[in-house]
């Protein structure tokens, strides 16, 4: 990509492209913060990176100037296509610019392996996103996205923690999961509230079928759905008291104190 692109400033002026709270906007301009966050997905030459929500283009430009072998841009505001349709024309090919709902997409469909996703998620449709994308983890090499920073904890959080809960679970059951940059709200324009982090997600070599994620999703949402609640009390719908003592878990336990591996051994009993 050349050096000579303009301001990305400008190129919000041009278009207009105030960030819009609706769609959860808030835009990255700094070069060397968006660079960092794309080496976080790791050497990335032959790889097709799949982005989402590219705003005016900043990480754009950090992902055309590593050495991905394509890029595919899905933005939903027109204002942003326009602005990224810009460095389409600049870059050829190699970049790609669909004017669509990432929510309505299968993004799997969208690239060759190996394939990647790589993000600054709308902050309105993130979690939602992510469970799509985990339903099909299998069909990434890895996901880095960012999120809002309590969000990121959630992911990545412990059992028998205060954060660790449903979102937990369902990443880290399907993908090894990292935090890997905190960014304060000042790097945004305009700064949110928070702050926000970057996760890093590996896929497990073996993937639940959908049948099983399908489950895993009935029993997440289930058993941290009340979350002072016994296991006994909580998984009621679901078998209760025997299907935990199948599973060799005290029923007396609270969700948040199980482990993925328990979660798995419980799940495996539904289907």
Same mark, same amino acid.
């Given at each position: 990509?050349?050096?000579r692109?303009?301001?990305?400033?400008?190129?919000? =002026?041009?278009?207009? %492209?105030d960030?819009?709270?609706?769609? *959860?906007?808030h835009?990255?301009? +700094?070069?060397?913060?968006t660079?960092?966050?794309?080496?976080?997905?790791?050497?990335?030459?032959?790889?097709?990176?799949?982005? #989402?929500?590219?705003?005016?283009?900043?990480?754009?430009?950090?992902?055309?100037?590593?050495?991905? =072998?394509? #890029?595919?841009?899905?933005?939903?505001?027109?204002?942003?296509?326009?602005?990224?349709?810009?460095?389409?024309?600049?870059?050829?090919?190699?970049?790609?610019?669909?004017?669509?709902? &990432?929510?309505?997409l299968d993004?799997?469909?969208?690239?060759?392996?190996?394939?990647?996703?790589?993000?600054?998620?709308?902050?309105?449709?993130?979690?939602p %996103?992510?469970?799509?994308?985990?339903?099909?983890?299998?069909?990434?090499?890895?996901?880095?996205?960012?999120?809002?920073?309590e969000?990121?904890?959630?992911?990545?959080?412990?059992p028998?923690?205060?954060?660790?809960?449903?979102?937990?679970?369902?990443?880290?059951w399907?993908c090894? #999961? +990292?935090l890997?940059?905190?960014?304060?709200?000042?790097?945004?324009?305009?700064?949110?509230?928070?702050?926000?982090?970057? #996760? *890093?997600?590996?896929?497990?070599?073996?993937?639940?079928?959908?049948?099983?994620?399908?489950?895993?999703?009935?029993?997440?949402? &289930?058993?941290?759905?009340?979350?002072?609640?016994?296991?006994?009390?909580?998984?009621?719908?679901?078998?209760?008291?025997? %299907?935990?003592?199948? =599973?060799?878990?005290?029923?007396e336990?609270?969700?948040?104190?199980?482990?993925?591996?328990?979660? +798995?051994?419980?799940?495996? %009993?539904?289907?």
């Open positions: 990509m050349s050096d692109a303009p301001p990305l400033r400008e190129v919000i =002026a041009r278009h207009g %492209l960030a819009r709270k609706k769609l *959860g906007q835009f990255l301009l +700094d070069a060397n913060l660079g960092r966050i794309v080496r976080q997905a790791g050497p990335l030459a032959g790889r097709h990176v799949i982005e #989402v929500g590219p705003g005016p283009g900043g990480l754009t430009r950090a992902l055309l100037a590593s050495e991905a =072998a394509s #890029v595919t841009a899905i933005e939903l505001d027109p204002r942003a296509v326009a602005a990224i349709r810009e460095l389409e024309a600049e870059v050829g090919e190699r970049l790609r610019v669909l004017e669509a709902d &990432a929510m309505r993004l799997a469909t969208l690239a060759e392996p190996p394939r990647q996703i790589v993000a600054n998620l709308p902050y309105n449709v993130a979690t %996103l992510l469970i799509g994308w985990l339903r099909q983890a299998a069909s990434f090499e890895r996901m880095t996205l960012m999120f809002q920073q969000v990121a904890e959630r992911i990545c959080a412990a028998d923690t205060s954060a660790y809960g449903r979102l937990s679970v369902l990443a880290q399907v090894t #999961v +990292d890997k940059l905190r960014i304060p709200p000042a790097a945004f324009v305009p700064p949110p509230k928070v702050w926000s982090a970057v #996760v *890093g997600f590996v896929p497990h070599s073996a993937q639940p079928d959908p049948a099983l994620f399908s489950a895993m999703e009935r029993l997440t949402a &289930a058993a941290f759905g009340q979350r002072r609640k016994m296991l006994r009390g909580a998984l009621k719908p679901l078998g209760g008291e025997t %299907l935990l003592a199948r =599973a060799g878990i005290d029923a336990r609270r969700a948040e104190t199980l482990s993925i591996a328990e979660f +798995d051994r419980l799940v495996r %009993l539904l289907v």
